[in-house]
Structure formats: structure tokens, C-alpha cells
């Protein structure tokens, strides 16, 4: 059974860092891409980022380019989003998902995802 967990969400100031990390367990995704996307309320699901399990290629929201980094430890299963001089803009409960091919940026590719974790960035 594949579990994804979220964790590392809170409440920042617009200018802050925060680091959201995704811990997979049930089966590794060699092979395929783990992506972050987020979800503000009354707003579709979108994406964020997405790496490359084995080669960590990674693709990112033409929007959030150079503030955000995706990263992963394979060791840990664990994939990283770390987010940095973040917006009250960015307020949304953060998903992380497994299982699609590379690069996928459509959150209907991806089978497997965790419970969400929210960021709120006060101004």
C-alpha cells in the first residue's frame, strides 16, 4: 500500500522560507516523477514541481521559478519542496504525488497522493 505524508506546512510571513517534505513508503517510483501542487481555496489544483526519481530532472511552474526547489534523498524516500521569499499569493494546502511519468504537470497523471499540508503566508 503506497502512503504518501506531507509535513512541514504553517504559518509564515510574506518574505519567509518554509520546507514541505513528502515521505513515500509501500514501493519506490524509480522510473517515474514525484510532484508537488497546490490547491488555494475555491481555485483548481495546480501544479508546482515535479523531480525525476532517478535522474532528479526536475520541472517547475513558470511562475515559481527561483523561488521554489523540489529535491529528494532516495535514501529516505523523501521528496523536499523548499519554498523561499514566499507571497501571501502562495497560500494554498500543498499535495504531494507520486507514480506519473517524468515532467508530468497534470495532477490527473499522477495516481498516488498524500493528505496535503497548509501554508499560509501572512502579509
Known amino acids: 500500500q503506497v502512503q504518501l505524508v506531507e509535513s512541514g506546512g504553517g504559518l509564515v510571513q510574506a518574505g519567509g522560507s518554509l520546507r514541505l517534505s513528502c515521505a513515500a513508503s509501500?514501493?519506490?517510483?524509480?522510473?517515474?516523477?514525484m510532484g508537488w501542487f497546490r490547491q488555494a481555496p475555491g481555485k483548481e489544483r495546480s501544479f508546482v514541481a515535479t523531480?525525476?526519481?532517478?535522474?532528479?530532472?526536475?520541472r517547475y511552474a513558470d511562475s515559481l521559478k527561483g523561488r521554489f526547489t523540489i529535491s529528494r534523498d532516495n535514501a529516505k524516500n523523501t521528496v523536499y519542496l523548499q519554498m523561499n521569499s514566499l507571497k501571501p499569493e502562495d497560500t494554498a494546502v500543498y499535495f504531494c504525488?507520486?507514480?506519473?511519468?517524468?515532467?508530468?504537470?497534470?495532477?490527473?497523471?499522477?495516481?498516488?497522493w498524500g493528505q496535503g499540508t497548509q501554508v499560509t503566508v501572512s502579509s
Open positions: 523531480i525525476a526519481w532517478s535522474s532528479s530532472s526536475t
Open positions: 509501500g514501493r519506490t517510483f524509480g522510473g517515474y516523477g
Open positions: 504525488a507520486a507514480g506519473a511519468a517524468v515532467h508530468a504537470t497534470s495532477p490527473r497523471l499522477y495516481p498516488y
